[in-house]
Nanobody, 122 residues
Framework: VQLQASGGGLVQAGGSLRLSCVASGRTLINYHMAWFRQAPGKEREFVAGINWSGGTTRYVDSVKGRFSISRGNGKNTVYLQMNRLVIEDTAVYYC????????????????WGQGTQVTVSS
């Protein structure tokens, strides 16, 4: 499955962005989805994940209460709503998919999308 992420950009601290991830050529309805991010000089890390039905979500502690992952009505789009952004959220954000479970580790990701840059300024 080919994943396409979009929605990144430059935002001031305290602002919001919404990232989107869609699949080309295949539906995402049977896939568990996640967002990862990679800041300069750091390892890629799990940010948020959602199961195929949208009934279960997971978040890294640093974004709990600020970020929200969801699926579109047709389950073919996955969103990451990011509120109260801080400078430490600056990173390239990647969407990821897997058919077995919510991928919370890089090794559990079956498919990667290309990244979208999120830059938070002071």
């Amino acid at each position: 499955v080919q994943l396409q992420a979009s929605g990144g950009g430059l935002v001031q601290a305290g602002g919001s962005l919404r990232l989107s991830c869609v699949a080309s050529g295949r539906t995402l309805i049977n896939y568990h989805m996640a967002w990862f991010r990679q800041a300069p000089g750091k390892e890629r890390e799990f940010v948020a994940g959602i199961n195929w039905s949208g009934g279960t979500t997971r978040y890294v502690d640093s974004v709990k209460g600020r970020f929200s992952i969801s699926r579109g009505n047709g389950k073919n789009t996955v969103y990451l709503q990011m509120n109260r952004l801080v400078i430490e959220d600056t990173a390239v954000y990647y969407c990821a998919a897997d058919q077995m479970s919510i991928p919370t580790m890089i090794s559990r990701v079956g498919y990667w999308g290309q990244g979208t840059q999120v830059t938070v300024s002071s």
